[in-house]
Structures are given as C-alpha cells and as structure tokens.
C-alpha cells in the first residue's frame, strides 16, 4: 500500500502520503489564499504569522501557510464586494448553469479532493469520499434552487397588489470547523452562491486544504473572479470576518463558545447569522427495537470521523431490560472495527485531529474512570505497525455504569467515546435524553411507530432520527436548537437564510390621503 500508485485526474501520484503531483510540479501549491479567481499568498507577509499545519496521519508537517491579516481580509472583502455587481444580476438560471459545472468538475476530481481530505483531516479515505459528495450534493442541490428562488404577490384592495422579492444579502462570511472541510466549504458557498450572493471562507486553521481547490473548481467552471474567496487564518482572521463592515451574514460552524463570541461580533453590524454548533444528542433505543440497527445506528451515531462529529449520539439510553443484548453486539462489533492508515480503503477509525485534542479526550476517559465509568471496550492509544504514522489513534470506546452528572456524560467529547445509559420508562428517559444545554441532534429505535413519534415531539433537538442516527441529506435542512445553533443549512429554507425579502406595494387607483 505505501508504494501503491494512485491515478488523479491521469496524472500519477507516488506513494500513500506521496505529493499530488497535479500541481506545483509534485508538491502542494504556495498560495492558500484565494482571491479575485486565483491562488494569493497574503501581501504583507509576517514571518511571525506564520502557520504550521500538520497531517494528523503522520504529525509530520503538511504545509506552512500566512496568516490573513486585516489588509488580507479586507482584500478579500472588497473582492467579493465588486463581484457581487454581476453575479447578483445574472438570473437564477445563469448561476445555476456555471454550479452545476463545477458540480462536475469536482466528480471529476473526486479522488482528488478525498485523498487531500484525508491528509488534512485524518479520516478514512471511504469517509472523505463521501464527504466530498456531500458538498457536490450541496452544489448541485442548490443550482437547482436558484432559477426557482422567487417572491410573492399579494393582491391588495381595488386591484391594488403588493410583491415581494428575495434578494442577496451582499457579501457573506463562512467559517468553518476542522472536521468536514469540503462539506463546510460547500453547504456554505453553495447557498451563497445560489442566492446571487458573494462569499468569502475562512477554513478552520488545521484544515487548510480542500476550500482553496473548490475555489480553482469554481473559476474553472466560469464563476465570475471575486465571488469565491478564501482567507486562512485562526481566530483573529475570524473575527476580522465577523466585524468587517462590508460583510453581510456569517455562517459560522464550530464550537458554542466561539459561535457565542461570532454572535456578539456579528451584533455590532446588525448581521445575521447561521450558528452550526456542538451537541450532546441522544439516542433512546427500546425493548422492542430491531437491536442490531439500533446498535448500527448507534456506532454510526459514534464512531465516523474518529467521534469528531458534532452531531453524534454520545449518550445512548437502552431500555435495561435490554441492555446486556444491546452490549454484547455493540461491543463485538466496535472492537471489531480497524484503527489506523486513514488511506487503507478498509480503515474504520483514522487519526485524531491533532494531538491536544487527544489528550483532551484521554483526558475525558480518565475522568470518566475515576467517576465510575467501566470501560466495555477501546479507549486506547493505538500506535500503528507503520513508523510513519506517528499521529494520535484512539481505538473507538464503549462506557457503561455511566450515569447523567459524569462530565463525559455532559460534555462535548468530540472523539470516539460512546456513554451507554441504561433507562426504565419512557416518561423517564425522556426528561433525561433533554437534561442538556445542547439540542442539535435526537434520535429513537422502536417497532412501536405511535411511540417513536410521541417521543420525537418531545425531543428538544433541531435534528431527529427515527431508527437511523446520523444520516445527512442535502434536501433536508440540518441544524440545531438551545445552544446548538441558529438558523438552518440544507434544504429549501436556507435560501431563507442567504436573501432578504424586498416588499413593493403597488397602487392601481388615487391616493387616499386624510389631510
Ligand atoms: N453543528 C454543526 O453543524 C457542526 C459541524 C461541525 C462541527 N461543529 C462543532 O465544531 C466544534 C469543533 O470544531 P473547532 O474546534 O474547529 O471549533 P472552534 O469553535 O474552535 O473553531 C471553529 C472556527 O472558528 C474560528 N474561530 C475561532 N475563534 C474565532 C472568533 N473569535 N471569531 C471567529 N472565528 C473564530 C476557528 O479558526 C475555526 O475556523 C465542535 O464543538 C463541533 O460540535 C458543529
Ligand atoms: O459535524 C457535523 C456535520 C455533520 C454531521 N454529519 C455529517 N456532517
């Protein structure tokens, strides 16, 4: 596997972890900006902000990138701002037609795009591939869209009437998280876009990668210079985003302390904002469910990712009666799963983000023990045979004996860490699986329909399963309640999201004025 020699775009690519050899004569490009339609480094480079970027594979070091600074940004506002003159004005068909280009162009690239989002991120390779679908999906759902995004008539007395228009909002702002790149990149430009929108990304600092290479894929496609921008950089580049007087709307992913603080940015302008934020869902499975799905449902609920999902169900509830059932399938079947290469086809679990956020989860398993927590299975520090992959493994884990005040019972683990809860009564679990601030994602296994959906309306989450957990589509929307987020992404309703309505009142007869 390390010597295999994989084909992109019919050009060769040496090696597991060898370079694409598509650009920059076999290395990756320098340039991680991108603006105004093409590839910028910043123009005032600090060698003091300088960013280093690791692969979680190997912890060996991907890319050295500059940080975006407040020229850097405002470059790529203003960008934007003089792309939206035209782009807004194309009709909905003629944006339609230049997405559903780059829809393809990225098909075309697919293994491409996977093999770079696994070394950005650490994830199996069959995972990114499924990724980097979600984001053609988001592509090509909301092209569709756009020739359709329309207003209302209204009619008024004495053939008097009223319409409404949905226009773009200007320039919008995206930041996004480390643990679905590409998927940010497109759940959040495609909208955008789509609406007549100009938009300009900022990627989560640990994953720089794969947003530029949509940019590349947008201009190839025809997408007017300016319309797609990207800027990298941390927090500091964030909030530049945010407070930038010439950004509309943030749509922001990410954890709910910096949603909280993005929010309070975004106040200063009056700017709306999308929050996708962190979760502590439930999933509730009862006596009477078909328990090998619901134990599919739950590792699918726990384990993608490396459990860095923000919508996993990492506190299962099963019904006692039925829990030493449920127990010893989950267990056989997680313990089977294979930690390691996230480029072998068959790898279930790949590396860890980075090393701090391992520890922070070893951490949580250490103090999940110390509570009272009995490990079923996993919770390890895996070290591959390979010596090159010398990032953080964790083989994927099982708790029982847990019980709701444990704080790995609370928090947001966000690694492979699945809480078993054992429950008695509907009622009961039912004020339990609400017990939280967070409120992104719910779900339920029973045969008994009546039931599943009583307790899904009473669920306090923004996205439900009923005998599945975390399946995505792009036409249904995804996003959270509490402290789990703000608005929607997928779906018809985000064009809520991306425009404004306009309402023109017309009059047909005098004007009947009292004075
Ligand atoms: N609801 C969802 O759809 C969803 C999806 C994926 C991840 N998440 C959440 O994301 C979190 C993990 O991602 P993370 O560690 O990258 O989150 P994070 O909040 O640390 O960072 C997210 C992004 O915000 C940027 N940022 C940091 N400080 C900022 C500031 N003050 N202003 C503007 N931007 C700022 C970061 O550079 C990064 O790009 C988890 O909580 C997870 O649940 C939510
Ligand atoms: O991480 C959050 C978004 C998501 C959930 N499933 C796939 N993507």
Redesign the pocket.
């Known amino acids: 596997m390390w010597l295999q020699q994989v084909v992109l775009r019919g050009v060769q690519v040496v090696g597991r972890r060898g370079v694409c050899t598509t650009v920059n004569n076999g290395k990756l490009p320098l340039h991680f900006n991108y603006i105004n339609g093409e590839r910028v480094s910043p123009l005032n480079p600090d060698p003091s902000q300088v960013m280093k970027v690791l692969e979680p594979a190997t912890g060996d070091l991907l890319i050295e990138l500059q940080t975006s600074g407040p020229d850097e940004v405002n470059r790529a506002v203003q960008s934007a701002k003089e792309a939206f003159n035209e782009w807004s004005q194309l009709t909905g068909l003629q944006r339609s037609r230049i997405m559903q280009r780059a829809a393809q162009i990225i098909k075309d690239r697919q293994e491409e795009f996977a093999y770079w989002e696994t070394r950005d991120t650490g994830k199996p390779i069959y995972e990114a591939r499924m990724?980097i679908w979600?984001a053609i999906d988001a592509i090509e759902y909301f092209s569709g869209l756009a020739p359709s995004i329309a207003g209302q008539h209204v009619p008024l007395a004495n053939g008097s009437f009223a319409y409404t228009k949905r226009e773009p909002l200007g320039v919008c702002a995206g930041i996004g998280?480390w643990?679905?790149p590409i998927?940010m990149a497109g759940w959040k430009s495609a909208p955008a876009l789509a609406c007549g929108n100009t938009f300009v990304f900022k990627p989560s600092q640990f994953t720089p990668i794969t947003a530029v290479m949509l940019g590349e894929v947008y201009t190839e496609a025809g997408l007017p210079h300016g319309c797609y921008n990207v800027v990298q950089g941390a927090g500091e580049t964030g909030t530049l985003l945010c407070e930038h007087p010439d950004v509309a709307k943030v749509s922001f992913?990410g954890s709910v302390p910096t949603g909280s603080k993005v929010m309070a940015a975004a106040a200063g302008g009056i700017k709306t904002v999308t929050l996708?934020l962190g979760g502590k869902s439930p999933l509730i499975v009862f006596a009477d469910a078909n328990l090998d799905n619901a134990v599919g449902g739950a590792m699918l609920g726990n384990f993608?990712?490396q459990g860095?999902?923000?919508?996993n169900a990492t506190r299962v509830f099963v019904e006692n009666s039925v829990m030493d059932q449920f127990l010893s399938r989950l267990v056989e079947r997680t313990a089977r799963m294979k930690v390691g290469d996230p480029m072998d086809d068959d790898t279930r679990v790949g590396a860890m983000i980075h090393q701090d956020q391992a520890d922070k989860v070893m951490t949580y398993l250490e103090g999940a023990k110390k509570e009272g927590a009995v490990v079923a299975c996993g919770g390890e520090m895996v070290t591959p045979d390979d010596p090159q992959l010398k990032g953080c493994y964790i083989s994927p884990c099982v708790l029982t004996n847990c019980h709701d005040d444990m704080t790995v019972v609370r928090e947001e683990v966000f690694g492979p860490v699945l809480s078993i809860l054992g429950f008695d009564t509907e009622e009961e679990v039912i004020e339990r699986a609400n017990d939280t601030e967070f409120g992104l994602a719910g779900g339920v296994f029973t045969n008994d329909l009546t039931r599943a959906h009583r307790v899904i309306a009473q669920m306090q989450a923004g996205t439900c399963y009923i005998n599945n957990f975390?399946i995505?589509d792009v036409a249904v929307p995804?996003g959270g309640f509490k402290k789990s987020g703000l608005g929607r992404e997928n779906g018809v309703v985000t064009v809520e999201y991306y425009t404004q309505v306009k309402t023109v009142y017309v009059e047909m007869g005098d004007v009947d004025a009292p004075f």
């Not at 860095?308 to 919508?311: P, Q, T």
Request: glycine share 0%; with cysteine.
């Open positions: 990724d979600t998280a643990n679905y998927q992913t996708e993608l990712s860095e999902v923000c919508s975390n995505i995804f």
